[in-house]
């Protein structure tokens, strides 16, 4: 079973519809249209008493089964047929695509049972608008680990006619519960069994026969009667009856990580002291994770006026571990956007906020991690001892405690006046980036410093020589330069520059020569907030940055979208925005210039393609959100909600129907 999820699932239950045919709809030849009593035919023979048998379709439901132990996780797909046609909606996909991937359920039983069954005479009686359930339960008996139950179960019409297709002899391995394919069939194992709920007949796989035997009752009669709320797809992973059981015997365990870890000791004493305090920890933070980890949830819907939504959910029960109480650190703080994310660019390709941690509760990691690199690098006798120190001081945090914080990254229209293409396409794939908090200067500012500092340090820079050779000569520069005017007083600049490297756009277009390139890193201070933008182009960048000023937005800024009320209004620790217009505008120009060198049909449908998307109905400019929570008290919670509006969703569905009208035109 194991194999076959992988497997079903791996192809996104999607690509396995596409790729086949549709089954065809017509029943098995000589079975009754009715559904009724069937006598099975005597070429496809069923094991009971060594004869043939009779079945008929019961008229009342079936004793519930108790699950085979404790349930781990459990996945359902509600109904993919509903799901399928809804997603089609968003898109005027051809009747016949649609209907190939409705017949996803069927490819996924297919995947199943291949070797098992005659595949013609098995599909058409797979449901495709059948809920579709998976499982892992844990026998818990044992003392040490407990025993897995993997189980994937799908609806079917009908019973006697699924046990009719089967290859070889079908055997009853339990009560009621049909093992398909003969002794000689491969791939994992699957029974047929009568069921509860919307289907008479269930199919059921395991990696194992044992698994069939344990799972198969429950998941027909049981679980395919049991609601599940929370989407179209739910998934559920309950870790407490683990850690109920075994918490305690593995936590005594982990306590030998500290053993362990000798394994990768490097002889240089900083470094392997680093190793043995962190598995330490670790050790002791086993425990404590293994008293708190409660399990998490994740739910998945799409609607055709709602759009696509999903969350997920991350349960605790307790704060003793480091883990849940750094999650919970700074959740009072939740509320709607702060003033200074209005201030960033309307013309954001994504834009999000959140509150910085609190530095003490990082400080421990943050000193082991800065001891790992210095004697990391003393290992490979890399620089001196003073670059090294250099280098791992980086790795540090800010002092100010739950900083409000703000970022935006977008592109600008063009590219700079003058810009080689290779300067254009890059300015373009890179955009440009900016950081607001709403704190000083100070911590930046010195970071920034200390960078370019440690970087031109004559021992890391001799040892790089050394390293690279002749390749040296394309190492960069990083100096402070002038800040641009705009920025005002107190703003600070950096340039990376990489000068006279081989144009890459020549390969393409037949040229040759060398080009060079500079990066812009700015700081800029307004009153209490700080700014640092980051971008190709330097004199835009400076007048983007210069924008943000002010104690109210300005004309060109995110205070004049009416498309952000969830910002606006709601409470949340965490909040992103993007666009399709803002993903699509960061590739376009390196996707154009690599298509430049693309011969044929897909130069010409990527090039096509490209001319289309200022065309998409809603000019993909609909906020596609992601919200981040905290819930605080006995058991916290943490939640991600994602949202795609359905105009977002109609965009993509545009985006869609032209590549496939492109295909299937054969545009050259």
């Not at 016949?96 to 996924?108: C, F, K, S, T």
């Not at 297709?165 to 699957?190: R, Y």
């Not at 598995?279 to 998490?296: H, Q, S, T």
Request: proline letters at 7%.
């Amino acid at each position: 079973m194991k194999r076959a999820a992988l497997r079903a699932f791996s192809l996104t239950l999607w690509l396995a519809a596409a790729c086949t045919p549709p089954v065809p709809e017509t029943p098995p030849t000589g079975v009754p249209a009715d559904g009724g009593k069937l006598t099975i035919a005597s070429s496809v023979p069923v094991a009971e008493s060594g004869g043939l048998v009779e079945a008929q379709v019961p008229t009342e439901a079936l004793p519930p089964a108790p699950a085979p132990g404790e349930l781990i996780v459990r996945v359902r797909w509600q109904d993919p047929a509903r799901s399928i046609a809804t997603s089609a909606a968003y898109a005027s996909v051809p009747q016949e695509l649609v209907d190939r991937y409705l017949n996803a359920p069927r490819e996924i039983a297919l995947e199943l049972v291949s070797s098992q069954v005659d595949a013609a005479l098995f599909a058409p009686l797979v449901d495709r608008a059948a809920p579709i359930d998976f499982v892992i339960a844990a026998d818990t008996t044992p003392s040490m680990l407990p025993t897995p139950f993997i189980g994937l179960s799908i609806g079917l019409t009908s019973l006697e006619r699924a046990i009719a297709t089967s290859n070889g002899k079908a055997e009853e391995i339990a009560s009621g519960v049909w093992k398909l394919g003969g002794p000689d069939s491969f791939g994992s194992s699957c029974a047929v069994m009568r069921s509860n709920g919307r289907t008479p007949a269930r199919l059921v796989c395991g990696d194992r026969t044992r698994d069939l035997t344990k799972l198969a009752p429950y998941m027909a009669r049981t679980l395919a009667t049991e609601t599940v709320t929370g989407g179209d797809i739910h998934a559920e992973v309950s870790l407490r009856p683990l850690f109920d059981k075994y918490g305690s015997k593995w936590a005594v365990q982990a306590q030998g990580l500290p053993v362990l870890a000798n394994a990768i000791l490097l002889g240089i004493p900083k470094f392997d002291q680093a190793v043995k305090d962190a598995a330490a920890v670790l050790a002791n933070e086993a425990g404590f994770l293994m008293k708190d980890l409660d399990g998490l949830s994740f739910d998945a819907a799409i609607e055709p006026s709602g759009g696509m939504k999903v969350k997920t959910e991350f349960r605790l029960r307790g704060k003793t571990s480091w883990l849940a109480q750094t999650m919970v650190d700074g959740a009072s703080l939740a509320g709607p956007a702060p003033a200074m994310f209005w201030h960033l660019p309307a013309s954001s390709a994504s834009a999000s906020y959140g509150f910085g941690v609190d530095p003490t509760r990082w400080e421990p990691l943050v000193a082991t991690g800065r001891a790992l690199i210095e004697g990391a690098l003393e290992k490979g006798k890399i620089a001196g001892d003073g670059d090294r120190k250099a280098l791992a001081g980086l790795l540090r945090l800010g002092k100010s405690k739950h900083v409000a914080t703000v970022g935006a990254s977008g592109t600008f229209p063009d590219a700079a006046p003058g810009a080689s293409a290779f300067a254009a396409m890059l300015g373009q794939s890179v955009g440009w980036h900016l950081l607001g908090m709403e704190d000083g200067p100070g911590e930046i500012k010195k970071f920034l410093k200390d960078a370019v500092l440690a970087y031109n340090r004559p021992g890391l820079k001799s040892w790089l020589t050394r390293e690279l050779g002749s390749e040296a000569r394309f190492l960069p520069t990083v100096k402070a330069i002038t800040a641009p005017r705009e920025l005002g007083a107190g703003a600070m600049a950096v340039e990376i520059a990489v000068s006279n490297i081989p144009d890459p756009m020549g390969a393409l277009t037949g040229g040759g020569g060398t080009v060079s390139v500079q990066l812009y890193v700015f700081a800029m201070v307004d009153g209490k907030r700080t700014y640092v933008g980051l971008a190709l182009d330097k004199d835009r960048l400076a007048k983007l940055m210069q924008s943000l000023k002010g104690a109210t937005p300005g004309p060109e800024s995110l205070a004049q979208l009416t498309t952000l009320g969830g910002f606006r209004t709601e409470r949340h620790n965490s909040a992103t925005f993007f666009t399709l217009q803002g993903i699509v505008g960061s590739m376009k120009s390196s996707l154009s210039s690599a298509l430049t060198g693309v011969p044929g049909g897909m130069g010409g449908i990527g090039r096509v393609l490209l001319g289309q998307l200022t065309l998409m109905p809603n000019r993909g400019t609909t906020p596609i959100v992601l919200f981040g929570d905290v819930a605080d008290g006995p058991a916290p919670r943490a939640t991600l909600t994602f949202h795609a509006p359905s105009p977002a969703l109609a965009d993509l569905g545009f985006m869609v129907e032209q590549v496939l009208s492109l295909v299937m035109a054969g545009q050259p």
